[in-house]
């Protein structure tokens, strides 16, 4: 038995991600509004911060 009596074990499972750092960025809403509001500014610091990923 495992922990707290109980026998199988805690599993999470999610569906793959597609790989793409922007596609993450462009689907949350901070990002997405940071976007519209300063296009150019999201590019360079979306860029930096997929670098430092």
Known sequence: MGLLGRQDPFTLSSKPDDGSYQAFLANETRYSSLARKFPDRAKDLF???????
Do not use: I, L, V, Y
Not at 47 to 53: F, G, L, V
């Open 47 to 53: 860029a930096k911060s997929e670098a430092a990923a």
